[in-house]
């Protein structure tokens, strides 16, 4: 059996505490019905809503280390962010499994689209395309799994909004690594 590289160990450690700790403390608690009351499923199980920049962290660890360390990095940081998250918003941890899954995702279809054009466009295309996939798993969850139509309803928009400042941010910072990543060959994709 291979081991692993020792370095890349070491920096998807260090990535996955940045994930966990970026969408841990840079967050914006959005359980709120307008009133400033938090967020009630029609079960009476607090919806933890809140949105943070773990997409942005993701989309770069997932460049960054590639398969599969990438995946298992981003699916972990997922799950463990949603329960230490649920300490503050109540609610939160019932999205600890869907967001490992989600997570894993992204990473895959990062990992993916950077290697296959790593050019401007192509970047911006994975960093969208990976923010609809989250934006559309996690509205099913609400609509499906926790079959809640008003919390799934309330959230879309703000998903949409968070998926695209996450994107906005991630592109630029893909970049820099893809550049970094793939210099040999950059000349081939980086033109706009």
Do not use: Q
């Amino acid at each position: 059996m291979n081991k692993p590289d020792r370095k890349k160990l070491i920096i998807a450690l260090i990535l996955f505490a940045a994930i966990v700790l970026v969408s841990c403390l840079i967050r914006i608690d959005v359980a709120s019905d307008g009133n400033g009351e938090a967020l009630v499923r029609r079960n009476g199980n607090p919806a933890g809503s809140h949105v943070n920049l773990m997409l942005l962290m993701m989309l770069a660890a997932s460049v960054l280390l590639d398969i599969p360390y990438g995946i298992l990095v981003c699916a972990v940081a997922g799950l463990v962010s949603e329960l230490f998250i649920s300490i503050a918003v109540k609610g939160a941890a019932a999205y600890a499994v869907p967001s490992m899954i989600v997570s894993a995702i992204i990473s895959f279809i990062a990992a993916k689209g950077v290697k296959k054009d790593h050019s401007w466009i192509g970047i911006l295309k994975t960093c969208s395309v990976s923010a609809v996939v989250a934006v559309v798993c996690y509205f099913l969850f609400d609509l499906i799994i926790m079959n809640d139509y008003d919390i799934a309803s309330h959230m879309l928009p703000i998903n949409i909004l968070s998926g695209l400042v996450n994107v906005a941010a991630a592109v630029p910072i893909v970049k820099v690594i893809s550049v970094m990543i793939y210099k040999k060959d950059s000349s081939i994709n980086t033109a706009v």
